[in-house]
Each structure stands twice: as C-alpha cells, then as structure tokens.
C-alpha cells in the first residue's frame, strides 16, 4: 500500500471507532474517496456541523443544538412536561431506553459512573439532578444504572444525595443480569427491568 500521509491518518482515526480495526478502516476510506462528491464531502461537512452545533446540556446530560438553552424547570429539549426522571449514565443507555418504549419522561445522562476512571463526582451532573428534582415537581426518580459495581455504588450515592428531596427513588429490579450494560441489553429485559423496579428506602442498601 502506498503511504500518503493524509490516508493513513484518516484510517488511523477510523480505526479508533468502536467496532472497527484498521481492515475495516481501510474500506471505509476507500469507500470514502471513490465517492468523493456523494459521501465524503457531505460526511465532512455533517460532522463538522455535528462538532460546531451539538453540545452536551450542563443541566440533564442530554445532547442539543447549542441554540438551545435548557432552563431547571423548562426543559427546551423535551417539550412536553413530565413527573418522572430516569438517571442513566451515557447518552447509548438513553437511546436504548428511548427505543424499547418502556420509559415517558424525562432524562438525565450521568455521563459515567462514581468509580470510573478519572471520573469526579462533581462531573456526574448529581447537584443538577437534586435540583431538577426539586424546581421540576418530579414524584419519581427512576435509578437506571448498570449492574456493575461502580453503576451500583452510583445508584446509592444519588438515593442518598436525595434523601431530602422526598422523591420516590427506584431502580431497575428483575431481569437486569448482574454486570450488565444498560445499552446492551434487549428491549425484552429492558421492559422486565422496569416493570420490576424496586423502591430504594433511605436506609436499604
Ligand atoms: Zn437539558
């Protein structure tokens, strides 16, 4: 293969991608240039307004155009009103959720987990949470965390950052095997997960 500096870097980036190793890359970058008017460029372009215009909110995790600015008690990125909150850790678990059709309500992305790497708690958008709970008159926090350890340890931190809220906390219950991944799982287990959510009293653990 020649080595022209612009291709290997682009392959080198896609390779990073999840899913794909470089032989996959290799493809996808000749794909690209042999359509170069009908796919790269307007790839280029769509990804350049994806980093120019998408933003993370600081207040529910969601992504949004940056235009947009979230408010505690006027969701702009959710329309309609609702009285419950489910708290996941990435933007994949809300997608999966959002897909099964089991949840109608709110959102709020963690954006990780207590334990994981790097991660402080003061990145994890919990005070803005407490506060969502509060100004949006919210009667259910749904605690949609992975059963790993550190999605488990994350769950109780939020039950017990709530504890003066007066909310009803659950999480998911049965049907949510041990060490799974919220974005991985079937809208099956999905359903069974929130259909058996259990109540999260102040003193359980
Ligand atoms: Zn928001």
Known sequence: MQNIDEIENLIKLISK??????????????????NNEKLAKPMAKALSEVCKNITRCNICGSLKPSSIQCNF???EVVKKKYNSICVVESIADQWSIESSNI???????????ISSVGQKKEDLLINSLIERVNKDRIDEVILATSATVEGQTTA????DSLKNSKVKISK?????PIG???ENLDDGTL???FKNRTGLDADSD
Request: aromatic share 10%; charged share 15%.
């Open 17 to 34: 991608l999840p899913g794909l190793g470089p032989k996959s890359a290799k493809r996808i970058v000749l794909k690209l240039i042999n």
């Open 73 to 75: 008690n006027k969701c």
């Open 103 to 113: 949840f109608e309500g709110y959102f709020h992305i963690l954006g990780g987990t």
């Open 156 to 159: 109780y931190y939020i039950r």
């Open 172 to 176: 998911l219950g049965q049907g949510l």
């Open 180 to 182: 799974g991944e919220i």
């Open 191 to 193: 359903h069974l997960a």
